[in-house]
């Protein structure tokens, strides 16, 4: 079996037959699951390099699945939506998906949208190689993909720490949604800017917000930035 696998979790069989063919002439190798309850016992066994995860699924839905993985790993997750399903696309996005493609897909889109995270997340470890952010308490690891507050690992998702890392080594420095966009899911992304609030939300809740000379902060009509006092 490759060293890189992909986790596919849907219940139609069709959906995997043609994503296996496809993600398997990249090099990679599958793991199949038809629902909520087979997925997560896969992932009891396996640690795979990414999930592509629907959300209407038998037994848990793909919503729950993505909530309770994320409370224990920060493996990327790609959830497959129905078109016109926008509650849900956010819902997810919410609860810590890092992308979702709108069904019915290109094959060819779904392995183009796991090459890019896949290499993003390279690109990023080999960046952190030589850089860690620290401010008063706090720790930015793009190496080890993880945040700390006073010694302490803050869980967060993949894009979490990118946004984060990405603020907290310009501070002062205000980005734009569309800025982040771009530097954190790349031009080949497909959302909006409400997927970049609603991941900067989830960003402070984890955070402390009182006690420290540093946050994230709303430059209102033009974007985000971190400020040190």
């Known amino acids: 079996m490759s060293e890189v696998t992909i986790l596919i979790c849907d219940d139609d069989p069709v959906v995997h037959e043609s994503l296996k ?26 640690q795979p390099a990414l999930m592509v995860l ?26 497959l939506t129905a078109k016109g399903e926008e509650i849900d696309r956010i819902l997810g996005l919410e609860i810590g998906a890092d992308d979702y493609i709108v069904k019915p897909f290109s094959p060819r889109e779904v392995v183009a949208r796991i090459k890019a995270v896949r290499r993003r997340i390279l690109e990023n470890v080999q960046l952190g190689k030589s ?8 720790e930015i690891s793009l190496k080890q993909y993880q945040v700390k507050y ?59 917000q009182q006690g420290v000379d540093w946050g994230v902060h ?5 974007g985000y930035k971190f400020e040190v006092a």
Request: hydrophobic residues 35%; contains cysteine.
């Open 218 to 222: 709303t430059i209102y009509g033009v």
């Open 54 to 79: 629907d959300i209407m699924m038998p037994k848990i839905n793909g919503l729950d699945v993505c909530k309770k993985v994320r409370k224990t790993s920060n493996m990327p997750i790609i959830m």
């Open 150 to 208: 006073d010694d302490k690992v803050i869980f967060s998702t993949p894009k979490e720490v990118e946004i984060l890392y990405l603020l907290a080594s310009n501070p002062g420095q205000v980005f734009s949604r569309e800025q982040i966009l771009d530097r954190v899911w790349g031009t080949d992304f497909f959302g909006d800017t409400r997927t970049v609030d609603t991941h900067i939300k989830r960003i402070r809740s984890k955070l402390p």
């Open 131 to 138: 850089s860690t952010i620290n401010f008063d308490r706090l």
């Open 21 to 46: 063919i496809y993600i398997e002439n990249e090099g990679y190798s599958c793991v199949s699951a038809y629902n909520g309850e087979e997925a997560l016992d896969v992932l009891k066994t396996l």
